[in-house]
């Protein structure tokens, strides 16, 4: 592969971080090279994602993320129109539900107080209220819950990365498939990025939005990232009865559910597990820890028949669970936009403009996200987020 002249920026992978990326450097009149691996996106994390979003986070700046990512999204064809043609992102809005048994009353009701002082729309709901909320739902063993209601729902979140590669491209990006194996150092400064194929590009920055091989890309240029990637199964499965006004719920064994369509996805994050590349479906896992918890919560689960599965990646983040972002302190030309442990396609706007930003401006303009700095790693400063899904 031959590249020609040296790009303001090259953006190391081109998943919904590297393109949301790209195409705000595009917009601030930056010369763009995104290098993607995997130019069929079949096994990529934005490919796989069950692309939904929230509020209901406990750190302000993930709240401030999702605030920005949900106007983003409502406005997304203008935002992301090529020749007056915008995305159809199906974005639905039913909220999240946040099931917790006495045990977790405290931590939801902490959660809830930061919430509401960062003007987030969520309602606590005891048994009584969300039986006669929702009728199809068994509150046995649930003390308290936590229901979103604005701003809370699910999109079509390839279709939000394959947008965000198409405006990138009408604003002059460029995407190259290649592997990048090297990061040459020019002093403290990253001066070129070296391909497999033999390919060396020269650059002025680098970012790096590699996903799940993050901490190798980091390692290139010696900084140890803590990010891994780790197996995330999704079900699908069909139910006989309509169940009304269905948000995404998380239950208080930590399985989730949602509606898509006339049938319905589910998950569990098992607690523990290691770093895994492969993309095998554990299919015993919906038979022994998911369809029991459905059915135990949603009567009318009984009777659920599956209708397939698949299996993507979380860039999760080992050290706090949140996204390490902008430049390092050793390497003042490269920036990071990793570890969203689950939450890179609805952060993907937001982390977007702020790293085009730190690129292009050398601060944050639009949202301060000086919080998720990379450097907290390095300095020993945990920014925990406790509602991982």
Not at 52 to 58: D, T
Request: with cysteine; hydrophobic share 45%.
């Amino acid at each position: 592969m031959s590249v020609a002249g040296r790009p303001d920026a090259v953006v190391i992978g081109g998943g919904v971080i590297g393109s949301a990326v790209a195409m705000h450097l595009a917009l601030g009149g930056a010369s763009v090279l995104v290098v993607e691996r995997d130019p069929s996106y079949a096994a990529a994390s934005s490919s796989l994602s069950a692309s939904s979003i929230r509020q209901q986070f406990s750190q302000p700046v993930n709240i401030a993320l999702s605030q920005y990512g949900i106007g983003f999204l409502r406005d997304a064809s203008a935002h992301l129109s090529v020749d007056g043609d915008g995305p159809a992102l199906s974005l639905r809005e039913p909220g999240y539900l946040y099931l917790a048994s006495l045990s977790g009353v405290d931590v939801l009701r902490e959660n809830h107080g930061v919430q509401r002082a960062a003007g987030v729309q969520v309602a606590l709901l005891g048994p009584d209220a969300l039986r006669a909320r929702f009728p199809w739902l068994s509150t046995d063993g649930v003390a308290l819950g936590s229901l979103g209601l604005d701003g809370e729902g699910w999109f079509d979140g390839p279709a939000l990365a394959a947008a965000f590669r198409r405006k990138a491209r009408s604003l002059g990006a460029v995407w190259v498939h290649g592997e990048v194996v090297g990061l040459e150092r020019d002093g403290a400064r990253v001066s070129a990025v070296r391909l497999r194929d033999g390919a060396r590009v020269a650059c002025g920055a680098v970012v790096n939005a590699a996903g799940p091989h993050a901490r190798a890309v980091g390692a290139m240029a010696g900084v140890a990232l803590p990010v891994e990637a780790r197996r995330r199964c999704v079900f699908v499965f069909t139910c006989p009865d309509v169940l009304p006004g269905c948000p995404l719920v998380i239950d208080t064994s930590g399985v989730w559910w949602r509606p898509e369509g006339d049938r319905f996805l589910a998950g569990w994050s098992p607690p523990g597990d290691a770093e895994e590349f492969g993309l095998e479906v554990d299919h015993a896992l919906f038979g022994e820890v998911i369809w029991p918890a459905l059915a135990r919560r949603v009567p009318a689960f009984e009777r659920v028949r599956g209708a397939g599965a698949w299996a993507g990646h979380y860039e999760f983040n080992t050290f706090d669970q949140n996204a390490l972002l902008g430049v390092h302190p050793g390497v003042p030309n490269l920036y990071f936009a990793n570890g969203f442990s689950g939450h890179g396609m609805q952060q993907a706007p937001g982390v977007g403009r702020g790293i085009a930003e730190l690129v292009l401006h050398g601060a944050y303009r639009t949202l301060d996200l000086s919080p998720l700095s990379v450097a907290r790693v390095a300095a020993g400063r945990p920014l925990l987020e406790r509602n991982v899904i």
